[in-house]
C-alpha cells in the first residue's frame, strides 16, 4: 500500500466545487437547478479583453514569461494601484500569479510550520486554513460576527496574537459573509500591530472595487508602517469576470519577493503570455462593462436581502461588498450544512452551508448573487415554499 505524508491528510477543500459538480450533475439528469453556489460573476469578460489575448497569441506571444510576470503587466498593476488605493508601487514589487490562491499557498507556506500559529478569519474563506492545516502550524480563528456587521474586531483580532504567531490573514472586502471592514478598525489594527513585529500580515483583497452604498474598501497598503511585513492578494477573476482565465496578482516586501520568486520556478514556472496581456488590456482599457456588472449586482443584492427577510426563520444583513449574501438560518430550525443538502436535492437550489467557511459558520448559508435576477427570485420563491412545508432536521 501506497504511503503519503501526513501532510496530505490534512489538507482540506472547496465546498463551493463539490456543490457546482453535484448541481451540474442534477441538471444534466434533466433537472432544473438555480445555482447561487458558486462565486463566479455571470457576465463574460469584457469582449476588448477577449481580443487582446487573441491578438497575443496572433503575434506570436507563445513561449514563457518572466516568472514574475511580464514587466508591461506588472506596471498595469503598480498604475491600477496607485489609481484605486492611491498608493505607489514598484513594479518589482508585483508577482503575477495563475489565480489567487498561488498567493495563499505562497504566505501561509513561507509562514507555516510545526509550532507556529496563523490566524484567518471564521468564517472565511475555506482555503485559508486548509493550507494552514496542510503546513502543520496551529490556525487560530479570528472571530467575524454578525453582530460587528461581519467587520473583524481590531481588539479580538490583537488579543489572539501570541509570541509564536507568525501570519494574520485579513480579508474585506470578504467572503462568504459580504462584510466591509471600516476603515477605523483597520487603523486600530494596525496601529497594535506595532506590538507585535513578529507578525506578517497578508491581506485578501480581491474584491477591493465591489463595494456598495457608497462604501470603500481599505487597502493595508495605505499603511506604509506595515509595508516591510504586508503581502497583499488581488487578480482579476472577480472585477473583469475572469475566473477561468487563472490571472491574479500579489505584492511583496522586498524581503520576500526572492523567496516568493523561487518557489513561482520551482511550482507554476510563469503564467501564460496570452493571459497577462488580456490583463493589461482589462486594467487600461474601458471599464464600462465593469460598471454596468456592478449596477447589476446591487439591483441583485437588494432582491436577494429583500427576499430572505420575507422568509420565515431567515433574518439577512445588507452586505457591502462583494457578491455574497450570508443569512442567519437559526429561526429555521434547520442545521446549515443540512439544509444547503436538502435546498438542492428537493429544491433544486445550490448554495453553500456555512460551516463549509469555519466553525462559526453554523447558523448561516451563503448565496451567491451572481445570478440573473428572474434565478434569484426562482430560488428564493423555492427556498420560502421549501421551507413553508417541510419538517426541519434535526
Not at 504566505?107 to 496563523?118: K, V
Not at 509570541?163 to 497594535?192: C, D, F
Not at 506604509?224 to 491574479?248: D, F, Q, Y
Amino acid at each position: 500500500m501506497l504511503q503519503t505524508i501526513a501532510a496530505f491528510d490534512r489538507i482540506g477543500e472547496e465546498n463551493a466545487f463539490a456543490v457546482l459538480a453535484r448541481a451540474t450533475e442534477l441538471a444534466q439528469s434533466g433537472r432544473d437547478i438555480v445555482n447561487l453556489g458558486i462565486g463566479q460573476p455571470d457576465f463574460r469578460t469584457p469582449d476588448h479583453i477577449v481580443e487582446a489575448a487573441i491578438k497575443a497569441l496572433h503575434d506570436g506571444h507563445h513561449g514563457y514569461t518572466p516568472a514574475t510576470g511580464l514587466l508591461a503587466t506588472r506596471e498595469a498593476v503598480a498604475r491600477r494601484t496607485l489609481a484605486t488605493a492611491g498608493v505607489e508601487i514598484s513594479p518589482e514589487s508585483v508577482m503575477i500569479m495563475p489565480g489567487g490562491k498561488p498567493t495563499m499557498f505562497a504566505a501561509i507556506l513561507m509562514f507555516g510550520e510545526p509550532g507556529a500559529e496563523i490566524l484567518y478569519p471564521d468564517p472565511g474563506f475555506p482555503i485559508y486554513k486548509s493550507m494552514i492545516d496542510f503546513t502543520g502550524a496551529k490556525a487560530v480563528p479570528v472571530p467575524i460576527r454578525e453582530e460587528n456587521g461581519f467587520a473583524f474586531s481590531a481588539e479580538e483580532t490583537l488579543a489572539l496574537i501570541t509570541p509564536k504567531t507568525r501570519l494574520l490573514i485579513l480579508n474585506s472586502p470578504a467572503n462568504p459573509t459580504g462584510g466591509v471592514t471600516p476603515r477605523a478598525e483597520i487603523e486600530k489594527l494596525v496601529a497594535g500591530l506595532a506590538d507585535h513585529p513578529h507578525v506578517a500580515v497578508m491581506s485578501d483583497e480581491i474584491y477591493d472595487v465591489m463595494t456598495y452604498d457608497g462604501e470603500t474598501a481599505t487597502s493595508l497598503l495605505q499603511f506604509p508602517e506595515i509595508r516591510h511585513r504586508l503581502i497583499v492578494l488581488n487578480g482579476w477573476s472577480k472585477t473583469w469576470a475572469m475566473t477561468g482565465w487563472r490571472m491574479g496578482w500579489s505584492i511583496w516586501p522586498e524581503t520576500l519577493y526572492g523567496k516568493v520568486r523561487k518557489l513561482a520556478v520551482n511550482c507554476w514556472s510563469c503564467v501564460n503570455a496570452p493571459s497577462q496581456y488580456a490583463g493589461i488590456a482589462a486594467i487600461d482599457g474601458p471599464q464600462d462593462e465593469v460598471e454596468k456588472m456592478m449596477r447589476a449586482f446591487d439591483r441583485r443584492r437588494k432582491l436577494v436581502v429583500d427576499g430572505l427577510n420575507e422568509i420565515d426563520g431567515i433574518s439577512c444583513i445588507v452586505p457591502k461588498g462583494a457578491f455574497y449574501a450570508y443569512p442567519n438560518i437559526g429561526g429555521t430550525g434547520w442545521k446549515a450544512k443540512k439544509l444547503a443538502s436538502a435546498l438542492l436535492e428537493e429544491a433544486g437550489v445550490a448554495l453553500i452551508g456555512g460551516p463549509d467557511f469555519g466553525t462559526l459558520g453554523e447558523g448561516y448559508i451563503r448565496l451567491s448573487y451572481a445570478n440573473s435576477e428572474e434565478n434569484i427570485l426562482r430560488a428564493l420563491e423555492r427556498i420560502g415554499e421549501f421551507l413553508a412545508t417541510s419538517a426541519h432536521s434535526p
